[in-house]
């Protein structure tokens, strides 16, 4: 299901000096972001603009820029958001349940939901006490469930092959029962997810890709045929 359907940017409020995150090139001239399929990648090399990208996304959601959904309000840092007072976001029809994962301020995240005795809305277990992989897919399990909207930005970074294989199962079933999906990633197991529109913050402006295009399939296609040649090369 797509609820989320564009992302736009409100150029004519973008101050006039070149700073970031307005000078980031995948940004130049980009109007705005379709999304048409219910699952959507970001992909790009680091610093390309993909976590700005979500995270003012998640701003404007409404959910903890630090990670979370609308109901969480804990005492970490919040992220600026630098880029969440510039885009306009169209729905249809709204969306307001949802959820904003964000991989390096889980650990913050995990403790919130101890402080607030929590755990068992993750499978009984606090967080703290599985391992990384294992309470991301505690929270993938136990918290993501069918109507809803969300952000993930890397969430590959805990999970092995299998487990990465285990949530593209997971997602499958969330997305046939209504979920919407918006991920940044760098994996390229999670971005071959069939039916998913992948954008590329490596262009300027960002622009739609075909999976066997992005570089990480590429890249990872020509390693694993033959490892030692690649490195020779
Ligand atoms: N608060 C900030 N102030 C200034 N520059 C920033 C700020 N946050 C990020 N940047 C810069 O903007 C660029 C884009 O950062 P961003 O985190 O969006 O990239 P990314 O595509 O998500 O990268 P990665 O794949 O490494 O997570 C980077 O070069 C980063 O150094």
Same mark, same amino acid.
């Given at each position: 299901m797509v609820y989320l359907r564009t992302i736009k940017l409100l150029r004519e409020k973008f @101050?006039? /000096? +070149? =700073?970031y995150p307005f000078d980031l090139p995948s940004l130049r001239n980009l109007e705005a972001i379709e999304l048409d399929t219910s699952v959507t990648f970001l992909v790009g090399e680091?610093?390309?603009g993909k976590s700005t990208m979500l995270e003012a996304v998640a701003y404007q959601c409404g *959910?903890?820029?630090?990670? +979370? $959904? =609308? #109901?969480n309000y804990y005492?970490?840092? !919040? $992220?600026? /958001?630098?880029l969440g007072d510039y885009i306009r976001l169209s729905w249809l @029809? !709204?969306?307001t349940n949802g959820f904003f994962l964000r991989a390096e301020s889980f650990y913050q995240f995990a403790s919130h939901i101890d402080s607030i005795g929590g755990s068992g809305s993750y499978g009984g277990r606090s967080l703290h006490a599985q391992s990384h992989g294992e309470a991301f897919m505690s929270l993938f399990t136990n =918290? *993501? #469930?069918? !109507?809803g909207i969300y952000l993930l930005d890397e @969430?590959? /970074?805990?999970?092995s092959p299998k487990r990465q294989l285990a949530f593209l199962f997971l997602m499958r079933e969330l997305v046939a029962e209504g979920a919407q999906f918006v991920i940044a990633t760098h994996s390229p197991i999670l971005m071959g997810f069939p039916g998913a529109k992948i954008f590329s913050f490596d262009e300027s402006p960002v622009q739609e890709v075909r999976y066997q295009e992005t570089e990480h399939y590429q890249l990872t296609r020509r390693f694993l045929e033959k490892p030692a040649a690649f490195l020779d090369e």
């Amino acid at each position: 299901m797509v609820y989320l359907r564009t992302i736009k940017l409100l150029r004519e409020k973008f @101050p006039e /000096a +070149g =700073r970031y995150p307005f000078d980031l090139p995948s940004l130049r001239n980009l109007e705005a972001i379709e999304l048409d399929t219910s699952v959507t990648f970001l992909v790009g090399e680091n610093g390309s603009g993909k976590s700005t990208m979500l995270e003012a996304v998640a701003y404007q959601c409404g *959910f903890h820029t630090a990670g +979370g $959904s =609308r #109901n969480n309000y804990y005492d970490v840092h !919040k $992220s600026e /958001a630098s880029l969440g007072d510039y885009i306009r976001l169209s729905w249809l @029809p !709204k969306q307001t349940n949802g959820f904003f994962l964000r991989a390096e301020s889980f650990y913050q995240f995990a403790s919130h939901i101890d402080s607030i005795g929590g755990s068992g809305s993750y499978g009984g277990r606090s967080l703290h006490a599985q391992s990384h992989g294992e309470a991301f897919m505690s929270l993938f399990t136990n =918290r *993501f #469930n069918s !109507k809803g909207i969300y952000l993930l930005d890397e @969430p590959e /970074a805990a999970l092995s092959p299998k487990r990465q294989l285990a949530f593209l199962f997971l997602m499958r079933e969330l997305v046939a029962e209504g979920a919407q999906f918006v991920i940044a990633t760098h994996s390229p197991i999670l971005m071959g997810f069939p039916g998913a529109k992948i954008f590329s913050f490596d262009e300027s402006p960002v622009q739609e890709v075909r999976y066997q295009e992005t570089e990480h399939y590429q890249l990872t296609r020509r390693f694993l045929e033959k490892p030692a040649a690649f490195l020779d090369e």
